[in-house]
């Protein structure tokens, strides 16, 4: 059997019922990626080479600034430019000198991200926008790779444990199941924004560093097929349930290749411009396929569109008249643009990535101001 | 019913939590809460009733326990 190396370091979870010299082997014996070496990533990657994990990577491109220092807990002011991957490396192995560290200072994308995550054992959300999320899940729904969620803004934060393969085989609900599509720009705030309390992604990634080592040593219930909310200001807890469906495979890649051609930077942070779509674009797919056109003003606005065949659904009804609509290629407008990038975002989640949805640029005055045909 | 209002949404409700009577699902509740609340339209969020998120749309009682959750991006 495998000897548990700096035993003596691990005595006091040792002797816990459950835990055992087993529990410990499994710990040295695993293999975890934490991505993010953050807020979240610092007391994870802290508590996760503490309790003895053998093998840690660490994804961050990003280096140390003073913004960081009132919740990322593994540096110092002198360590203000330094590469975090650096940094944290070195605090880590002092952690557990017979550990090993894989440490990436490189920004995680689609292109990358497969390579990256290979060979792990479990994955670590300690990322920053929904973009890496986003990506990050689909790519350990790919692999088969659990996830451990968590994530901050202002006073409360979020916890779970995504995509854990089952006795009978099936893989726990995840990040889609709970909300399908990413939000886009400006539809929620980020930290930078928002703000958020130094102490509270302290707690969130220690609970993650909590799932991870349930995980990995088998002891406990899970976070799984629940979402813990921890609200610090007033001291609540809140576990709730959600499931997988099968049917949330619509909303993400389901091979490789497909994987790799999506572009999860616009599907959420410039997000708009998935959607957006220019007039003289919009006259070339009107040539090329059948295109839906539909007005989502309201019906006293104008002017009216009287040179195209068009219906009219106020965006205010469009949720409740999806089903009026037809699962093929479509084109929303409004007076400016606005509304109908809100527009072309629900229609996006309801018909999912398979049918084209666009926005048109600049509204109503697309049409005004092209030039019109005149037959004499 | 009570509705508890989570994260970056209480800035569009001024609460954290509301009371709301006379609705009869969930469907109906968003639409109730768009309405009220026109900003909420441009946001993402799920419902959670009773400590369970919903798909789709289930009826609601008086006892109703709602909350509203919207993703946190932060980390």
Known sequence: MEKIKGFERYQRQVILKGFGESGQLKLQQAKVLVVGAGGLGCPALQYLAAAGVGTIGIVDGDEVSASNLHRQVLYGVKDIGKPKVEVATAAIQSLNPDGKVNAHHIRINQHNCLDIINGYDIVVDCTDNFATRYMLNDACVLKGIPLVHGSVSRFEGQVSVFNVKLKNGKYSGHYRDLFPTPPMAGEVPDCSEAGVLGVLPGIIGTMQASETIKWITGIGDLLMDKLMTYDALHNRFMELRYEHSESTAKFHPVHETEFMDTDYEQACGTGNDGFMISGVDFETLKRREVVQVIDVRESNEVPTLDEYNHVRIPLGKLKSLLFTIKPSTMVFFCQSGIRSLTAARIASEHFGKKVKVFSLKDGINHFISSPKTIEF | ?75
């Open chain 2, 1 to 75: 019913m009570t509705i508890r209002i989570f994260g970056p949404l209480e800035d569009i409700t001024g609460t954290p939590a509301l009371n709301i009577e006379g609705i009869g699902d969930t469907l109906q509740l968003r639409h109730h809460l768009e309405e009220s609340y026109p900003d909420l339209q441009n946001r993402k969020f799920v419902i959670a009733v009773d400590n369970r998120v919903v798909n789709g749309s289930i009826e609601l009682n008086e006892n109703s326990e709602v909350a509203l959750l919207p993703p946190f991006s932060g980390g």
